[in-house]
């Protein structure tokens, strides 16, 4: 959403003021299987979670990320500590710690490990270890090391462990689904997130990942980097 919380409150007070509707992209809330365990857990299948695993690692900003378009040239502001605010953790980060929070609360203390294996001035890969409201202990860990895109949350209840997946598409299912006239199942959380927009724009409806989520999570990432200490440090 920005680079830092008062950032994102600016962004969020200027759009109430033009009356403009703030929907940040979280499209893991879009995706049916994370939103299930959102459900599951609203509705206590799963007990008390004691822990939680939240992941995502890619390939960042060194490679271009459109899948299926020709390769473009890497924009120099990706490598701009001033423009982004940070690396993997805002990057990625943010996408891992809005699902903790939607799933347990606001995240009230972290520890986190950042590790520079490219040698930026920004870290590469991390691990936050957060504590959330609920008392549920989530690590976070993301990384832009690996030309294969994932994104995985495992959830540890007292009466059910669950699992949701996301990774990249396989091309010819892709294509089969294409020929077939439908949309490609990687890409209906973009799609059912876009509809909500529009039904939330149309009938004047808060989004499900308001400007207010945005602020908590870039919150969690300060605490994140203000508790953080390299990895080549830690040991």
Not at 128 to 142: D, E, I, N, P
Not at 170 to 179: A, D, H, I, S, Y
Request: with cysteine.
């Amino acid at each position: 959403m920005a680079r830092n919380p008062a950032e994102g409150e600016k962004i969020v007070k200027a759009c109430g003021k033009n009356g403009v509707t703030l929907m940040l992209g979280y499209h893991f809330r879009f995706s049916p299987q994370f939103a299930q365990i959102k459900t599951d857990l609203s509705n206590g299948i799963i007990g008390e979670v004691q822990i939680a695993h939240a992941t995502m690692v890619g390939p960042g900003p060194f490679f271009h990320r459109s899948e299926g378009y020709a390769p473009r040239p890497v924009p120099s502001w990706w490598f701009n500590k001033e423009l982004t605010g940070g690396g993997t953790l805002i990057d990625l980060g943010c996408h891992m710690l809005n699902l903790v929070q939607w799933y347990f609360g606001r995240v009230e203390e972290v520890k986190a490990f950042v590790g520079h294996r490219f040698n930026l001035d920004f870290e590469d890969y991390a691990v936050c270890v957060c504590k959330t409201k609920s008392g549920a202990v989530a690590t976070v860990t993301t990384g832009w090391f690996s030309r294969e895109a994932s994104a995985k949350v495992e959830i540890f209840g007292t009466s059910k462990i669950v699992t949701a997946k996301r990774a990249q598409s396989n091309k010819v299912v892709t294509f089969l689904q294409m020929l077939a006239g439908l949309p490609p199942k990687f890409n209906l959380p973009y799609i059912y997130e876009l509809q909500h927009f529009v039904d939330c724009i149309n009938n004047d409806l808060k989004p499900l990942s308001s400007g207010e989520d945005g602020i908590a999570d870039l919150e969690a990432i300060s605490l994140a980097y203000k508790h953080s200490v390299p990895f080549e440090d830690s040991w």
